[in-house]
Structures are given as C-alpha cells and as structure tokens.
Nanobody
Framework: QVQLVESGGGLVQAGGSLRLSCAAS????????MAWYRQAPGKQRDLVGT???????NYVDSVKGRFTISRDDAKKSVFLQMNSLKPEDTAVYYC??????WGNGRYNTENYWGQGTQVTVSS
C-alpha cells in the first residue's frame, strides 16, 4: 500500500524552528514535483510551496525567507524546514506528491497526500 508518511510536527514558541519530513512507503519512487500545504482551523487548505524535479523551490510570499523545501529522491522524501515561526503559521501541514509504483503488471503514477502533521506556534 502506498502512503506518504509525515513526521516532525509539534508545539514551538514564536521564533522557533521545526523540520517536517514526508516519505513515501513501499516500493515506490517520486519523479515529479512535490508540495507542502497547510490548513488552519476553519480555513481552506493553502499551498505553502513546491519543489521541482530538479530541486528548484517556490514559496508563497508569507513564508519566503523563513521556510525551505528540499527533497532527497534516494530516500523518497521531501522536507520542510521552518524557521522564525509565527503564531499565524499554526496549522496542519500536508505533503503532496505524485508517486510511482508497480501494480497490475505495469507502473502506475498517482497523486497522494500525507496524513497531516500538526504545527502549533505559541506567542
């Protein structure tokens, strides 16, 4: 069964840092771009940033200069380093990626979401 498994969330004071990880399970590969999203209570899920196949990241304005997205294709993983955290960064964070796996006699590529990890920033 293919899964994206997230880890690294938690409670941190404003100004602190957290590093989120997201790894694909099983005999899978991740060839395409990857992304991080977040969803605050009562709000829609919003894009935080993306990273291309070649490792080029892009960020929404609210996190530029504070967050860094990276990937390790050998480990089938994507990471989100969050520095200078603010209370408004409090949300459930989700990774998203196209995952390729072998099934039914062929390679299949489908889009998957991680299970989400809570990040809470106290003031």
């Amino acid at each position: 069964q293919v899964q994206l498994v997230e880890s690294g969330g938690g409670l941190v004071q404003a100004g602190g840092s957290l590093r989120l990880s997201c790894a694909a399970s099983g005999s899978t590969t991740m060839h395409g771009s990857m992304a991080w999203y977040r969803q605050a209570p009562g709000k829609q899920r919003d894009l935080v940033g993306t990273i291309s196949i070649g490792g080029r990241p892009n960020y929404v304005d609210s996190v530029k200069g504070r967050f860094t997205i990276s990937r390790d294709d050998a480990k089938k993983s994507v990471f989100l380093q969050m520095n200078s955290l603010k209370p408004e960064d409090t949300a459930v964070y989700y990774c998203n990626a196209d995952v390729t796996y072998w099934g039914n006699g062929r390679y299949n590529t489908e889009n998957y979401w991680g299970q989400g990890t809570q990040v809470t920033v106290s003031s």
